[in-house]
């Protein structure tokens, strides 16, 4: 019922969320929050759906650098630092 009611962003609408748009006839395209949604060539003004949020973190594929654990660190029982490695219940 609530799949029926929802408004899906129009061709010239303003973009508020970056990420991977589709439109009626399945062409992808990636936005950026502020850009404007385009109209589609065949179809003309069409509606956009939301199919994957684009994160800024992890595009490269690499863990963030302030998740790895350091030699140096004093704050080890915070961090898995092995992949077998269970932090007990109610510990930090």
Do not use: C
């Amino acid at each position: 019922m609530s799949e029926s009611k929802r408004m899906d962003p129009m061709s010239g609408e303003k973009v508020e969320v970056d990420g991977v748009y589709e439109n009626e006839s399945g062409q992808a395209e990636k936005l950026k929050r502020g850009e404007v949604f385009p109209s589609d060539v065949v179809l003309g003004e069409t509606e956009w759906t939301l199919t994957e949020f684009a994160f800024e973190n992890h595009h490269e594929g690499r863990t963030d650098p302030r998740l790895v654990p350091k030699e140096n660190d004093t704050d080890k029982i915070g961090k898995i630092d092995h992949p077998r490695r269970q932090i007990a219940p109610g510990k930090k």
